[in-house]
């Protein structure tokens, strides 16, 4: 992105700022989470890479459940704002922005929407905001959009604020070690972050869970082979 946001939505910004955030969720809990699930929907309907590392720092500031909601909240809002430009004047300029790969996705779509689309949903193997927007060009309908995209990304998304709720004790650790740097005035003073820190149950619970979930794919093309065999 040109306003170079997507650089500013990482775990190093988190750390660095971790102090002067805590204490706003602390004091303005509400708040920080109307300002989070926005800020995701943002991130979300613009198409700007980080969704990701927000649902990490979801589950980070705000614990697993809450962490987890606002993801999904944010997620689910802003798939459907982009859904719905694409269905717009601004469809065009997304048509040429997905390119070819809109194409790639468009067989899936005509054999059976909701399924190939919870899958798509449960599986990332195509950017976010292509899955958002191939949808809208291929007369996709939008209850049946949501309700896929809902479904789809919960485990994922709950795997991910575990995730994050799990990495508090290395957060804290390299936070303080950045603050050290800083006080004895080196320069520049660079976050080293060691997930070896954080193998907490939480964090080996998601891991865990984020396994499972990529294990789909082979499930499903197995699925799809035993039932094609026992068609024929």
Known sequence: MATGLHRELSLATLIR????????????????????????????????????????????????????????????????????????ALGGWLVKRAGPFAQKLADGFRRGAFSYLLFLRLVPLFPFWLVNIAPALFGVRFVLFIAATAIGIIPLTFAFALFGAGLDSSIAAQASAYEACRSAGRDPCVVDFDVRLALTPELITALAVISVVALVPLAIKRWRGNRESDTA
């Open 17 to 88: 700022h971790r102090a002067t955030i805590n204490a706003f969720v602390a004091g303005h809990p509400l708040t920080a989470f109307a300002g989070f699930v926005a800020l995701y929907i943002g991130v979300v309907a613009l198409s700007i890479p980080g969704a990701s590392v927000m649902t990490v720092s979801g589950g980070l500031l705000f614990g697993p459940l809450v962490g987890a909601l606002g993801a999904f909240i944010g997620a689910t809002t802003g798939a459907s704002i982009i859904f719905l430009i694409a269905r717009s």
